[in-house]
């Protein structure tokens, strides 16, 4: 079966760090696919956090996020990595893996593979 699983959501504080993992099932989804980060908050809507290119060569952040988190790939793996460093309250969400043939159809949504999700709570 073809999934993408999340893992590495725990409870943090603030200004703390954490590194999610989000792994594929088979090469076949991996390889040659754009692999992207989003979050969801409650009663709020989802948002882009990071993606990275099949290549590993092209890297885009959301705003929100930059210069704290990194987005990197383990193809040996196939593997995707979001370290995130000096983590605030407001980064408290489910985070979800994304995949598609392009960085652009991952940051609109319109990949082909979705994660369940993974809760990281940043404490004050």
């Known amino acids: 079966q073809e999934q993408l699983v999340e893992s590495g959501g725990e409870v943090v504080q603030a200004g703390g760090s954490l590194r999610l993992s989000c792994a594929a099932s088979?090469?076949?989804?991996?390889?040659?696919?754009?692999m992207g980060w989003f979050r969801q908050a409650p009663g709020k809507e989802r948002e882009f956090v990071a993606v990275?290119?099949?290549?590993?060569?092209?890297?885009f952040y959301g705003d929100s996020v930059k210069g704290r988190f990194t987005v990197s790939r383990d193809d040996a793996h196939n593997t995707i990595y979001l370290q995130m460093n000096a983590l605030k309250p407001e980064d408290t969400a489910v985070y979800y893996c994304?995949?598609?043939?392009?960085?652009?159809?991952?940051?609109?949504?319109?990949?082909?593979?979705w994660g369940q999700g993974t809760q990281v709570t940043v404490s004050s």
């Open positions: 994304h995949s598609g043939r392009t960085t652009d159809m991952v940051q609109t949504q319109q990949g082909d593979y």
């Open positions: 990275i290119s099949w290549s590993g060569t092209i890297v």
């Open positions: 088979t090469r076949r989804m991996f390889s040659h696919s754009a």
